[in-house]
């Protein structure tokens, strides 16, 4: 599974995402956490110090590796140069698996251990001074956008993205890769205000968006988000003395989380796992290939002199029956 954690800056989703990485990895489940925010805080919500959450890898400055790994033998593709964020895959592609061991997670993952299991980390790399005036954000996530259209999971394997806040996702097609999107949302206009967003903007592309409440203090505020959210509100997190000692650095256990705010990471699991179900690896691909024609036209073709079109396999769909032969 493919999820995705998204809201505005201050909701809490990298809290929440985190937890949920947590939660995943508690019960056994193989997880591949990233952070995809500007704001690279995933690595010390899982409990990284903040020497080793910057000592990261960055995926971007791992682009040219990532590309040359993916691409393979196939013969659309007449080099890495030649690859964009949004090529999609075919035949003699290198696809990934959430389990295994590959270049790619050799040079940019990193293991961490939790109270409760483990999980691998990749992260974007922070925006720095000297990109400021030459780059965007978004061609960081770029190496997202690709790993992403490159992997192949099956049930009960996650691949968990907390991303950029507020509406930044929608400036690629990193949004259509995922099963289920996540969006918190504080009890406010702001909050909101984000969440309407997405549910404009995703309205054409068949995301599966479910909004978790957060910071809700009373009945006022779960009847605030009732009214605004409708049916799209999936459950509320409920405020936390266990977050609180977390955020101050202490590390307790996750089975001292309170009660009510353990069944709500459970509801999220059996969401995502009912969006397995929904799965359509058909439009899942298709979706790939119109955003990779909308960049090649825009800008790679020009980019890379070459016409990005032809790179499509139209005969290759990316799904579930590739899982046992993703290392071919």
Known sequence: MKIAFVGKGGSGKTTLSALFIRHLAAAGCPVIAVDADINQHLGPALGLSDDQAAALPSLGAHLPQIKEYLRGTNPLIGSADEMIKTTPPGRG??????VEENPVYASCARPIALDEGSVRLLATGAFTEDDLGVACYHS????????????????DEYVVTDMTAGSDSFASGLFTRFDLTFLIAEPTRKGISVYRQYKEYARDFGVNLC????????PDDLAFLRREVGDDLLAVFGQSDWVRRLEQGAEPPLHTLEPANRAVLDLLR???????DARDPQR????AVTFHVRNAES??????????????????????????IAHA
């Open 270 to 276: 059996a969401r995502a796992d009912q969006a397995h």
């Open 211 to 218: 909004v978790v409440g957060n910071k809700v203090q009373g």
């Open 93 to 98: 592609s290198r696809l990934l698996r959430i």
């Open 140 to 155: 960081k996530v770029g190496a997202v956008e690709l790993l992403l259209n490159h992997l192949v999971d099956g049930r």
């Open 284 to 287: 899942y691909t298709r979706q």
């Open 299 to 324: 800008w790679g073709n020009a980019k890379t002199g070459i016409d990005l079109a032809t790179q499509v396999d139209k005969d290759f769909v990316l799904g579930v029956d590739q899982l046992d």
